[in-house]
């Protein structure tokens, strides 16, 4: 995924110089990190064969909540503990609901973001709420920019990393891995399958309100609309960067690489003038090109073994 990232940076800049302007990629890096950490945070659930069509509706109310917060005269840094606990508290509902009413997550979250931005859309009355201390330091430090680099940008390599120890060497992560492997087995083996899925679809809320409360920091206001469709482009960011929808497996910095990819497809469509309409196409092409590809890549390690 590396290198296909690195391919279309230099490729689309061949024929766009522009694009490899330093300001277009760290813009772009910029907007890809709130799909980023949301798709971070989609490997835990994903990989348990489960998923989370709420981050988008949570990552809004994540924004709307924390304005409404500073509005009222909350200290700005006093409200992000606030939001991150009702994002992590909203993922376990999920999981909650999913667990105990036997109803598919699919099925959960999918209500659940309509409820979620319904909330959003009734806390802000429909409309953005801009009345926040924006010379507080949290929007200075968090929205901006340190040494030439939007602050989101490191804070995400940060919290990808963190992501991947408890994926990779935690035993919450093979707990998770397991059980998405063979869910059956998982539990005739006593795993607590119910208390991990809940967890897993913590994991995600929280990432959910990471996003919300960097791009509240950015945008210096609480938009309800903001955030339409970012769960399908986490998931497929997973997708692409090795998250089976099969369970079993998956990989945190891969998703937050195919966030990027998907967003720098975004901005090389602007830089060829291609109207913007051809971007839902784009970004389907990318996704079936790059699950067609690891499947017979699998295909073929399985024939060599």
């Not at 409200?79 to 993922?91: D, E, H, S, Y």
């Amino acid at each position: 995924m590396v290198v296909v990232l690195v391919v279309l940076v230099l490729g689309v800049g061949v024929f766009r110089p522009g694009f490899l302007d330093a300001d277009n990629l760290l813009s772009t890096g910029r907007n890809a990190a709130y799909v980023g950490l949301m798709a971070a945070g989609m490997v835990f659930p994903l990989a348990m064969r489960e998923v989370d069509l709420s981050v988008g509706g949570n990552f809004a109310l994540s924004m709307v909540v924390g304005a409404v917060l500073m509005r009222d005269g909350m200290p700005p840094w006093l409200a992000v503990p606030v939001i991150l606990l009702m994002a992590t508290a909203l993922g376990a509902l999920n999981g909650v609901i999913t667990t105990y009413a036997r109803i598919p997550s699919f099925i959960v979250t999918l209500a659940t973001a309509l409820l979620f931005r319904g909330i959003a859309l009734a806390f802000a009355a429909g409309k953005q709420i801009f009345e926040v201390p924006r010379d507080n330091s949290f929007f200075v430090d968090l929205g901006g920019r340190y040494l030439g680099v939007p602050v989101t940008l490191p804070l995400l390599v940060v919290l990808g990393a963190v992501l991947t120890l408890v994926f990779t060497r935690t035993r919450f992560g093979a707990q998770v891995r397991a059980i998405g492997s063979n869910p059956d087995a998982a539990a005739y083996t006593g795993l607590p399958v119910d208390r991990i899925r809940i967890q897993a679809l913590a994991v995600s809320g929280l990432m959910a309100g990471v996003a919300g409360t960097l791009a509240l920091a950015f945008f210096m206001s609480g938009d309800p609309t903001l955030g339409e469709g970012f769960e399908l482009t986490a998931i497929a960011a997973a997708i692409i960067g090795g998250t089976a929808l099969g369970g079993g497996r998956g990989s945190v910095p891969g998703a937050i690489i195919g966030a990027l990819i998907l967003a720098l497809v975004t901005s090389a469509l602007v830089f060829f003038r291609i109207p913007i309409n051809w971007t839902s196409f784009a970004t389907g092409a990318v996704i079936l090109v790059a699950v067609a590809a690891d499947a017979a890549l699998r295909r073929y390690r399985t024939r060599t073994i």
